[in-house]
């Protein structure tokens, strides 16, 4: 297992454009999260997948993002109309249960860039 | 709702010099306590964890013991080296409920130099 990937690994778009990224998990984690992290801070959390199902999401996930995990395997962010505000990290973890036995393995990330 | 405060940074050390990263949280629950680590380039990697009151989670000659009664879980390192020069960070997962995200600290940035 190559772990958690995560695609493209940068983005530079300009404002107003639509972006998705791509994240696939270990194979057999069931869970599956989506954290943001801009210069200076750390990781905050988006949205959680227990398989295919979006079960909860945070205020910091306006409705210019959708997630998507179809099928419970990889999942997708989109962000519509992007703002300059959205330039971060975007960071996808997954773990197996809670996580909180084994951990979260954590993606290398998406770079997004708006201009 | 839960928080983890980190102390400042940045933190430069010599080469085989004695380190400790403070970390306290605030958490609702029965939270487990992590340290990530995020080297140049690179994504967040567990580095340690510790699930419970009194536990010690250890790896890579890096300890840390989550101290209830304090809300603390300050790594500590008896001699760094030029490879730890890297970014950490300290998170909890509070599992009251069925999410168990994480919520981080800021993040310190670690420089050892030879």
């Known amino acids: 297992d190559t772990g958690v990937s995560q695609d493209p690994r940068h983005k530079i778009t300009k404002r107003g454009q639509n972006v998705t990224f791509r994240c696939d998990p270990i194979s057999e984690h069931n869970r599956l999260y989506w954290y ?18 979006q079960l909860e999401k945070s205020r910091l996930l306006s409705d210019r993002f959708s997630a998507e995990r ?4 990889f999942s997708t962010l989109e962000i519509q109309r992007t703002e300059q505000g959205d330039s971060a990290m975007y960071l ?7 996580g909180e036995r084994y951990g979260y393995t954590f993606g ?6 708006v201009v | 709702g839960n928080s983890v405060t980190q102390m400042e940074g940045p933190v430069t050390l010599s080469e085989e010099a004695f380190l400790t990263i403070n970390c306290t949280y605030t958490a609702t629950g029965y939270p487990s ?3 990530y680590v995020q080297y140049p380039g690179e994504g967040l990697q567990l580095l340690l964890k510790a699930t419970k009151a009194d536990d010690k989670g250890s790896n890579k000659g890096f300890e840390a013991t989550y101290r209830k009664e304090t809300t603390s879980f300050h ?8 490879s730890d020069s890297a970014v950490y960070f300290c998170a909890l997962s509070d599992s009251n409920g069925a999410n168990s995200k994480l919520t981080f600290g800021k993040g310190i940035t670690l420089s050892v130099r030879p």
Not at chain 1, 41 to 51: A, D, I, R
Not at chain 1, 70 to 73: A, L, N, T
Not at chain 1, 92 to 98: E, F, I, P, V, Y
């Open chain 2, 75 to 82: 790594l500590e390192k008896g001699s760094v080296q030029v």
């Open chain 1, 70 to 73: 179809p099928k419970g395997s």
């Open chain 1, 92 to 98: 996808c973890a997954s773990s197996s249960g809670t």
């Open chain 1, 108 to 113: 290398s990330g998406t770079r997004l860039t």
């Open chain 2, 33 to 35: 306590l992590f340290w």
């Open chain 1, 36 to 53: 943001r992290q801009t210069l200076g801070q750390g990781p905050e959390f988006l949205t959680y997948f227990q398989n295919e199902a």
